[in-house]
């Protein structure tokens, strides 16, 4: 353990020693600075093999048993192509960006159906499954590593763009609405996004402070305790991952919406004719589980 020895950049929380421990002087007691930046938790800590163990294997475990409803509001990856497919008037031969693709599930499918997709995401580890998977499939996908608040010179490239399994929200709202005019930067004129998010007044009715999220037949398993920030909107998760006889511990966050707040940034970015659904493809109501947002960009 290392101490800092600069007494002033360690007070105003700019000290960078890896693990350091911070002395300040004792006559001079200072409160702790904590500085607000776009990256709100560590993703890679997030989105790794353990991520892919329990939501992406053969082995199916078992869901949640109470509380908000994410991935298995939909039967199979499939049964989302085909949602997707419907409400995006989706056409082979249309050019498709899924923005924060994971292991490519969707993107698979929806390359197999005959549009040209490209795939973005932050980690590594889901590209590499997804391009195996790919391959596997006998389809042509164009991964890309990167990040979606600074996308590449695509501007005008796709026609339409698919953002699935609450991939929005992770940053600060200054952030956030940035990644939502990138989205709409990279569509051409009319082109449509859609958007998969918790739907807001069922995740809170079905709010809990704790759960088992995930179980594996071997006896793995994630659990997680919930705090959700009335003040910021985040929903705040402290989950440990218990595999093999290991135990880690993480955190990460996401930001809930309703659906006139979000209407209103879509609009803001340079969207029009915002619709909300459910995860049935049916105008939102307070029973869906899921709220897909289709926007059309002017």
């Known amino acids: 353990m290392l101490w800092c020895p600069d007494l002033i950049t360690c007070r105003y929380g700019m000290c ?3 693990g350091g421990r911070h002395r300040l002087p004792s006559a001079r007691p200072v409160p702790t600075v904590f500085v607000v930046t ?7 800590a997030m989105y790794d093999e353990d991520y892919l163990h329990f939501f992406a294997s053969p082995d199916d475990g078992a869901a949640p048993t109470h509380g908000p409803v994410v991935g298995t509001a939909y039967t199979a990856a499939s049964a989302i192509a085909d949602i997707v497919w419907r409400l995006l008037d989706l056409r082979p031969g249309m050019s498709v960006l899924d923005l924060a693709c994971g292991h490519g599930a969707l993107a698979n499918i929806l390359a197999s159906r005959g549009c040209a997709v490209t795939g973005l995401d932050s980690s590594a580890v889901f590209l590499d499954r997804a391009r195996a998977d790919a391959t596997a499939m006998g389809v042509d996908v164009d991964y890309v590593q990167g990040d979606m608040r600074r996308l590449p010179g695509w501007t005008g490239r ?3 763009l698919v953002n699935w399994t609450t991939a ?3 940053f600060d709202d200054p952030t956030n609405r940035t990644v939502l005019a990138e989205m709409a930067r990279v569509l051409r004129p009319g082109g449509l996004m859609a958007m998969d998010l918790d739907n807001l007044p069922r995740f809170l009715a079905s709010y809990t402070p704790s759960r088992i999220t995930a179980t594996r037949r071997n006896g793995d398993m994630l659990v997680d305790r919930h705090h959700l920030d009335p003040l910021t909107g985040r929903f705040e998760v402290e989950r440990t991952v218990l595999r ?16 006139p707040e979000l209407r209103d940034w879509c609009t803001a970015a340079g969207f029009t004719t915002v619709s909300g659904y459910g995860e049935d493809a049916e105008p939102l109501t307070i029973h869906h589980h ?6 059309q960009v002017r």
Do not use: C, E, Q
């Open 158 to 160: 796709f026609d339409r």
């Open 168 to 170: 929005f929200g992770y």
């Open 244 to 259: 093999d006889g290991h135990v880690r511990r993480l955190t990460f966050l996401k930001r809930l919406f309703g659906f």
């Open 38 to 44: 776009a990256d709100l938790f560590d993703a890679t």
């Open 290 to 295: 899921r709220m897909i947002v289709i926007a």
């Open 16 to 18: 960078n020693i890896p």
